[in-house]
Every structure is written in C-alpha cells, then in structure tokens.
C-alpha cells in the first residue's frame, strides 16, 4: 500500500501568506493525487486533482504541483476563508491512502 | 445536480454489524468510469478511505480491514451500501461517501454520518 506523509501537522499563517503543504509519497506514481480542504464539521471538498488541475469553482489562488514521490498545495494569498485543515490522497492504485492531514491555522 | 446522502444507525454495540447506505442523485452508477467510495473520519482524526465500487461491479478495500468489509450496489435503487462486521469502538467515526467520475478524484461527497460504537 502507498504511504502518504504530509508536512508540516501545522501551519500557523497570516491573510496574505503564501502556504506551501507538502506530500510525500512512499512509493513513486506519476500525478493520481488529490488534494482536499475540510473545516470542522463539514464533509471534505476537493480543491486539486491529478496533481495540479483545479476542480471548477476553486480559486485560482490554490495550485498544485509534483509527481513521483513529492507533491506540493499552494495557497499563494491565504484568505480568511482558507483556515481548515488540508489533506491530500493518493488514487493512483486501491487501496487509496490520504495524508494524515494539515492543519492551517491564523497566526 | 449531484448529491449523496448516507444513512445508517446512530449507535451499534461491539461485535455486531454495520450496514450504511449511500442513496445518490444525479448521476448513474452504471456509467463508464464512475464509482463510489466510503471513506470515514475518527472524531479528531484524519481521513481513513475504507472501500469502493465501480461502474462494472469491480469492488476494493483498505487492507486493514478487508476481511470484516463488503460493498454492495443497487442500480435500481441508486444506492451503495457498506457493511462493516464486528464493530469495535475503535471504528467509532463519522462515514462518508463520496461520488468519483472519470479521471477525476472524490469530486461530490456527502455530509455524513456519526456511528458510535459502544455497550
């Protein structure tokens, strides 16, 4: 099963950061990656997918990058809407794996 | 517009069986590409993806559990169920489902469901 490690556990930012969330694989595929923002009490909603193709209706301020091993979410202006907790998931073959998760929060 | 809806009990006692439904809207299970998974969440813990079914009846499951999980669909009904056997509190989270089409991820997800384990 592929492995997939998240870091940092936690971010503490400010409105207008630039965030950086890596990904990182335990075994290498080219770009089945996922990534996904969840706030409390609510179901996940897709942000990413296949690495770096923004699901419609997502700001162009999150971009996604990588393949291989590292992959990479980039919040490039944080907004106040943005603090939640980040997870990105492999489905590149079953069993699919996500990260343990990446909590942003107001610094 | 697409939407999914999971239902199921509230509360189930160690070693007994779960069963949640999935009743979807919008799209056809039986078209190319299409599949539906359940992924749960631990109170204050992550993501954990448990199951999925495709289009073509091709069924997976996480490894850990395999053994005590099937998944099942009914075209007619628009529904997918998963059921989980002796339950443990260990499995005490909230259960979601969530739609994936083509090449894309879990695009369409629903709101949940909370099951506790507990005597």
């Known amino acids: 099963d592929i492995q997939m490690t998240q870091s940092p556990s936690t971010l503490s930012a400010s409105v207008g950061d630039r965030v950086t969330i890596t990904c990182r694989a335990s075994q290498s595929f080219s770009f089945w990656l996922a990534w996904y923002q969840q706030k409390p009490g609510k179901a996940p909603k897709l942000l990413i997918y296949?690495?770096?193709s923004l699901e419609s209706g997502v700001p162009s301020r999150f971009s996604g990058s990588g393949s291989g091993t590292e992959f990479t979410l980039t919040i490039s202006s944080l907004q106040p809407d943005d603090f939640a907790t980040y997870y990105c998931q492999q489905y590149n073959s079953p069993p699919w794996t996500f990260g343990q998760g990446t909590k942003v929060e107001i610094k | 517009q697409v939407t999914l809806r999971e239902s199921g009990p509230a509360l189930v006692r160690p070693s007994q069986t779960l069963t949640l439904t999935c009743t979807f809207s919008g799209f056809s299970l039986s078209s190319t590409a299409m599949s539906v998974s359940w992924i749960r969440q631990p109170p204050g813990r992550a993501l954990e993806w448990l199951a999925r079914?495709?289009?073509?009846?091709?069924?997976y499951y996480i490894t850990s559990l395999k053994t005590r999980l099937a998944i099942s669909k009914d075209p007619s009904k628009n529904q997918v169920v998963l059921t989980m056997t002796n339950v443990d509190p260990v499995d005490t989270a909230t259960y979601y489902c969530?739609?994936?089409?083509?090449?894309?991820?879990?695009?369409?997800w629903g709101q949940g469901t909370m099951v506790i384990v507990s005597s």
């Open positions: 969530a739609r994936k089409m083509g090449l894309g991820a879990l695009d369409v």
């Open positions: 296949k690495a770096s």
């Open positions: 079914i495709d289009w073509d009846d091709d069924k």
